[in-house]
């Protein structure tokens, strides 16, 4: 029996090690081909029972599935010019249709909470819809110009820019005495791919913004930005990582120093390894944590957290993370089940918005360059 036992952990010993090679993709690119079909595919159809389903599970998911949709196949537009028309038809049809529900009813893509309290903003507008709505826009017309959107564009460049400022940290709401830190990243963005195109120059608000945020918005342990916040700055909840590793990159278009820092906190405080594969933490160690529907549940123990673990994936691909790349699309390949149709790819373990997030991580890249060649941010200093 001891014989046995000996053999068994050394057996374990030597599996343990090479059970990553199992799963370690060559190329984590070599999933885009499949997920970007599906993608395609769910996108170009007006009646999607996945689409519903999300809609269900939380509304937000449903306009966030869009925008990192239209991101991934606005990079995936400039990267491969020759199929360039069939990226844009899917970034059109997602682009038509978000409008086209917006207009029916304002807040569609809003949880019921929206209704309980009236916005501080006189207003009474939310960021996350505004700012994704324009980041879209923005993302279309970097990649080529449509006419009919460029007033459209012009509009909501102009109300997200008047949230912002309205708010008294410039840090504006996405619900009621609620902002969060990934919509006004977000927004920035949008503000600077919209400059882009436009030639108008938000950087002073994106320069205050920064300022504003350094000296209300950070968790002064950590040095982390904070998740949420009311409309006066005062914090809510504190430093997430599935809105962290977003937000750095978010930040690269407005202060790449800022956003490198961010990215480097949180590699140190929420990322794990081991044995070839790795995982996320949604909060520091020690921190009050709330598991909620978007940060999805989180494994005992390794302390890995899925929403935390899937937006990493962006974080790890926009700072050219390669080791923390390859490790997390390991980690996926082993653990999220990935399911393959006539369709394309899927993750079992995951959802629409989680494999459209895993498509931008993987392409993500040439719409930044493009907006920083353009207009350098020295440029706009």
Same mark, same amino acid.
């Given at each position: 029996?001891? #014989?046995?036992? $000996?053999?068994? &952990?050394?057996?374990?010993?030597?599996?343990?090690? =090479?059970? @990553? +090679?199992?799963?370690? /993709?060559?190329?984590?690119?070599?999933?885009?081909?499949?997920?970007?079909?599906?993608?395609?595919?769910?996108?170009?159809?007006?009646?999607?029972?996945?689409?519903?389903?999300?809609?269900?599970?939380?509304?937000?998911?449903?306009?966030?599935?869009?925008?990192?949709?239209?991101?991934?196949?606005?990079?995936?537009?400039?990267?491969?010019?020759?199929?360039?028309?069939?990226?844009?038809?899917?970034?059109?049809?997602?682009?038509?249709?978000?409008?086209?529900?917006?207009?029916?009813?304002?807040?569609?893509?809003?949880?019921?909470?929206?209704?309980?309290?009236?916005?501080?903003?006189?207003?009474?507008?939310?960021?996350?819809?505004?700012?994704?709505?324009?980041?879209?826009?923005?993302?279309?017309?970097?990649?080529?110009? #449509?006419?009919? $959107?460029?007033? &459209?564009?012009?509009?909501?460049?102009?109300?997200? =820019?008047? @949230? +912002?400022?309205?708010? /008294?940290?410039?840090?504006?709401?996405?619900?009621?005495?609620?902002?969060?830190?990934?919509?006004?990243?977000?927004?920035?963005?949008?503000?600077?791919?919209?400059?882009?195109?436009?030639?108008?120059?938000?950087?002073?608000?994106?320069?205050?913004?920064?300022?504003?945020?350094?000296?209300?918005?950070?968790?002064?342990?950590?040095?982390?930005?904070?998740?949420?916040?009311?409309?006066?700055?005062?914090?809510?909840?504190?430093?997430?990582?599935?809105?962290?590793?977003?937000?750095?990159?978010?930040?690269?278009?407005?202060?790449?120093?800022?956003?490198?820092?961010?990215?480097?906190?949180?590699?140190?405080?929420?990322?794990?390894?081991?044995?070839?594969?790795?995982?996320?933490?949604?909060?520091?160690?020690?921190?009050?944590?709330?598991?909620?529907?978007?940060?999805?549940?989180?494994?005992?123990?390794?302390? =890995?957290?899925?929403?935390?673990?899937?937006?990493?994936?962006?974080?790890?691909?926009?700072?050219?993370?390669?080791?923390?790349?390859?490790?997390?699309?390991?980690?996926?390949?082993?653990?999220?089940?990935?399911?393959?149709?006539?369709?394309?790819?899927?993750?079992?373990?995951?959802?629409?918005?989680a494999d459209a997030v895993l498509l931008y991580s993987l392409v993500e890249g040439p719409?930044?360059?493009?907006?920083?060649?353009?207009?350098?941010?020295?440029?706009?200093?």
């Amino acid at each position: 029996m001891r #014989r046995t036992l $000996l053999l068994l &952990l050394i057996a374990t010993a030597v599996w343990l090690p =090479a059970l @990553q +090679l199992c799963f370690r /993709p060559e190329d984590s690119r070599e999933l885009v081909p499949a997920l970007a079909a599906r993608q395609r595919a769910l996108a170009l159809r007006d009646d999607s029972p996945e689409r519903e389903l999300l809609r269900q599970n939380n509304p937000e998911w449903d306009l966030m599935v869009r925008t990192f949709s239209v991101l991934a196949f606005a990079n995936l537009a400039l990267e491969e010019p020759d199929r360039k028309a069939e990226h844009l038809a899917v970034i059109d049809a997602v682009l038509d249709r978000t409008l086209r529900d917006e207009r029916g009813r304002s807040d569609t893509f809003l949880l019921p909470y929206v209704h309980h309290a009236p916005f501080r903003d006189a207003r009474g507008r939310s960021l996350f819809v505004d700012g994704e709505i324009a980041l879209m826009l923005a993302a279309r017309q970097l990649v080529e110009p #449509r006419a009919d $959107l460029a007033p &459209l564009l012009r509009e909501r460049i102009d109300t997200v =820019a008047g @949230q +912002l400022e309205r708010a /008294p940290m410039l840090a504006a709401e996405s619900y009621p005495d609620e902002g969060w830190t990934f919509c006004n990243t977000l927004a920035l963005a949008a503000l600077r791919l919209s400059d882009t195109v436009d030639g108008r120059n938000h950087s002073s608000l994106s320069r205050r913004w920064v300022a504003s945020a350094r000296q209300h918005l950070v968790d002064a342990k950590t040095g982390l930005l904070v998740s949420s916040f009311t409309f006066d700055g005062a914090t809510l909840d504190g430093p997430e990582g599935s809105s962290l590793w977003l937000s750095a990159h978010l930040l690269q278009l407005v202060d790449t120093d800022f956003a490198k820092d961010q990215y480097q906190r949180a590699r140190r405080a929420l990322i794990g390894q081991a044995l070839g594969f790795a995982w996320a933490a949604e909060w520091p160690e020690g921190a009050r944590n709330a598991q909620d529907v978007d940060s999805g549940p989180t494994i005992p123990l390794v302390n =890995a957290n899925a929403g935390s673990s899937g937006l990493a994936l962006v974080g790890a691909a926009a700072f050219d993370d390669a080791p923390l790349l390859s490790g997390l699309v390991t980690s996926l390949r082993f653990a999220a089940f990935p399911i393959r149709d006539d369709t394309g790819l899927r993750f079992a373990a995951g959802n629409t918005l989680a494999d459209a997030v895993l498509l931008y991580s993987l392409v993500e890249g040439p719409l930044w360059r493009k907006a920083l060649e353009v207009r350098p941010l020295e440029a706009l200093q």
